[in-house]
């Protein structure tokens, strides 16, 4: 789960992380009085959508003085941006946060992450901030450094000034930099996040040490335990589609073509995505129906993939291990039921392919069900074929 | 021969009185697997199909003498599980359980740390030995004994797998479902070690995914340690957006990293065939064990 950066900020906050004054304002009025309250001779007006790379797209702004943040909040606010992250639809601005600007001294790159070999959290630290660090690691690898955390341990002290040592923080900032280093960890456990990351630091002409920007995400799995963050979910941010399907408990994900799928397993639905482009069609979506053949939860499915027009046609295609597939052909058929108008038809072709236990039981319920434009496939490059040349009939 | 399990492997299975537990205790048993014990604390002195349960892991321990355990308990509590059969010193334990938080797999890992248990998964189908014993969900219909070994992120393409394998006559070793979360128990190389140690495997399947960089860390170790058996592999994912988690837990594009296109092309270049599209993963293993003289060996059903 992602969250905005004034969130995240908030939370870096709660840890005693230092953070720049600032708070988000949702309207052009709101983000003046934030301005006028902060009273500081800069003022950053800065875009709130869960997407990098906002400063290169116009999303954040310096202003001098409270008009000049009126004029930015106007521009800003309901303003499509996009980004290298956004894809080319970009996201709409429905926040802003309006901070205190910074005299920055130096911008340097710090994040916590987990790393899967080592099953450590890694802490890895650069020089080179504010810029991509993926870039960095391309570029210049020796520049990262890393510090790999014993869960036992903590964060040592000594890993700590390592760290501050190697990225060359000035002396006089040296402590600074270390307990927000130590705050940052503990916000990285305490809500058990994926990754927290902090592009740029910065080293103030004060010789302050700030976390001018920050990113956090958290590891959906562990959400149960934190009720605070998941009270931060912004729905505006997501896809409307995906938001319905994860309701559902649907493992959806939107990918725009109009050629479905519906998969048991997230590997066989992965891969049933690739397979389809492989025969020349644009995938509409990644769906994982799980291992049940619950007709209201693939009704549901269906409705999804179909909403809005998207699905040109419908692939569904279900390994039965330990399911049988006269249960999962019942389930498809008992579902179309429910979606179809009156009964007998569904809107667009589905191609089923089963395999797997009890198959042609399952294969024989699909060939004799009265309800037209189910057709079932005898392997799955033939469906995945098939679908993809129904589509583009369709569509001629 | 076969890694891991056999049909004299002793096993309990852990949230034995759960739904979904007591019906794999079921077809675990069904198909041969010695399953001697069951855990769910307060529960000591009933059973399941015939199994007795116990409220402990070392009470079921001394009282089966069970090496191995099968993990079926809620996500919440599970990592506790997995150190549970740790600290009752068993050989091997699987974990099916998805959704257990990152952070706590990495406390299970340290864990694990200079102890004897080897840990698969979680968010694994288990691992299953053709005509010997299963352990986790994996249907045991599809396998059939011979000489290929699998190693596999995801559940149904391990069974897509073993079905096109089976289907073009050859037979299976094991097959290792290692699960598709990022932190986790035995990774491709673990378990290529096993194989490679296994007089009666041959060969081995490989089937990745997205997210992280495991298929190239074991592309590098065939390269280096496996001249004698020919792998071949799929990776799914290729057309997964970068930043959009992909149903599994480690399935994701982050960074720039763990893309589909990094694995195929680290495979290929370390002479790895991989199969161009899901439907092609039997045909591929054929078409390269023709190539090695091993096809009429391997032909096993």
């Known amino acids: 789960m992602n969250i905005h950066e004034y969130q995240s900020k908030e939370i870096l906050r709660s840890y005693g992380v230092h953070v720049p004054d600032g708070k988000p304002a949702f309207t052009v009025e709101e983000a003046v009085a934030n301005a006028k309250a902060l009273a500081t001779p800069v003022i950053v007006v800065k875009a709130q959508i869960h997407a990098g790379g906002r400063g290169k797209a116009g999303g954040v702004k310096i202003a001098k003085s409270a008009d000049e943040v009126r004029g930015y909040a106007k521009e800003l606010l309901g303003k499509t941006l996009v980004t290298h992250q956004t894809g080319p639809e970009g996201k709409k601005v429905g926040r802003l946060l309006i901070e205190a600007g910074a005299s920055i001294q130096k911008e340097y790159y710090l994040s916590f992450v987990v790393d899967r070999q080592t099953a450590r959290i890694v802490m890895m630290g650069s020089e080179e901030g504010g810029v991509e660090i993926e870039k960095v690691a391309a570029k210049t690898p020796e520049k990262i450094y890393k510090e790999y955390i ?56 004060e010789d302050d040490v700030i976390a001018l920007d920050a990113k956090l995400n958290f590891d959906d799995s ?32 939107n990918l725009g073509g109009d050629v479905a799928c519906m998969v048991n397993g997230a590997g066989l639905a992965m891969a049933t ?99 037209a434009n189910v057709f079932p496939a005898a392997t799955m490059e033939g469906g995945a074929e098939e679908i993809v040349k129904r589509v583009a009939a369709a569509k001629a | 021969m076969s890694v891991l399990v056999d049909k004299d492997t002793k096993v309990i299975v852990q949230g034995i009185t759960g739904k979904a537990a007591s019906f794999h205790t079921k077809q675990m048993l069904d198909y041969g697997t010695k399953i001697v014990g069951g855990v769910t604390p307060g529960k000591a002195g009933q059973s399941v199909e015939g199994v007795p349960v116990f409220n402990t892991v070392r009470d079921a321990v001394r009282a089966t003498g069970a090496t191995a355990s099968v ?114 128990g035995m990774d491709f190389i673990d378990a290529l070690k096993l194989f490679k140690d296994d007089p009666d495997t041959l060969a081995v399947l490989m089937i990745g995914e997205i997210g992280g960089t495991a ?87």
């Open chain 1, 273 to 371: 995505v690739d397979i389809i482009k492989h025969y020349g069609g644009e995938p509409a979506n990644f769906l994982d129906v799980g291992g049940d053949s619950e007709p209201e939860k693939i009704a549901k499915a269906f409705r999804i993939m179909l909403e809005g027009g998207q699905a040109k046609g419908i692939f569904v295609n279900i390994f039965g291990g330990i399911n049988r597939c006269d249960n999962i052909a019942n389930g498809i058929i008992e579902a179309a039921k429910i979606i179809s108008p009156d009964g007998k038809s569904l809107p667009v072709p589905v191609v089923v392919r089963l395999e797997g236990t009890k198959v042609k039981e399952g294969r024989a319920i699909l060939k004799n069900t009265p309800i």
């Open chain 1, 222 to 253: 562990a959400l149960f335990r934190h009720p605070d963050i998941v009270a931060l979910r912004d729905e505006t941010e997501e896809d409307p589609k995906e938001r319905e399907a994860a309701e559902a408990g649907l493992n959806y994900v």
């Open chain 2, 71 to 184: 993990v079926y308990v809620p996500a919440r509590f599970a990592a506790d599980s997995i150190m549970e059969a740790a600290d009752a010193d068993l050989d091997l334990v699987v974990c099916i359980t998805e959704h257990i938080p990152v952070l706590d797999m990495v406390k299970v890992r340290r864990y694990l740390e200079g102890r004897r248990t080897r840990l698969v998964g979680p968010n694994c189908p288990g691992i299953l030995t053709a005509d010997q014993a299963k352990l986790g969900i994996t249907p045991g219909s599809v396998s059939k004994p011979g000489h290929v070994g699998v190693i596999s992120r995801s559940g149904t393409l391990t069974y897509e797998a073993a079905f096109q394998l089976t289907n073009a006559g050859i037979g299976q070793t094991t097959t290792v479902g290692i699960g598709g979360d990022p932190v986790k």
């Open chain 2, 215 to 301: 298929e190239e860390d074991a592309a590098k170790w065939i390269q280096e340690n496996l001249k004698e058996k020919p792998v071949s592999a799929f990776i799914a994912g290729r057309q997964a957006p970068p930043g959009k988690r992909m149903g599994h837990a480690g399935a994701i594009i982050s960074g720039g990293k763990g893309t589909a296109a990094d694995k195929v092309a680290a495979l290929t270049a370390a002479g790895i065939p991989v199969a161009d599209t899901v439907a092609h993963i039997g045909a591929t293993m054929v078409k390269l064990l023709k190539g090695k003289g091993l096809f009429e060996k391997c032909h096993t059903c």
């Open chain 1, 150 to 205: 014993d869960p036992v341990i903590g964060l040592a002290p000594f890993q700590a000034q390592r760290m501050a040592y190697a990225i060359h923080i000035p002396a006089p900032a040296i402590r600074k930099a270390t307990a927000l280093m130590q705050g940052l960890y503990k916000v990285m456990i305490g809500k058990d996040c994926s990754q927290v990351e902090i592009n740029p630091l910065v080293v103030t002409a």
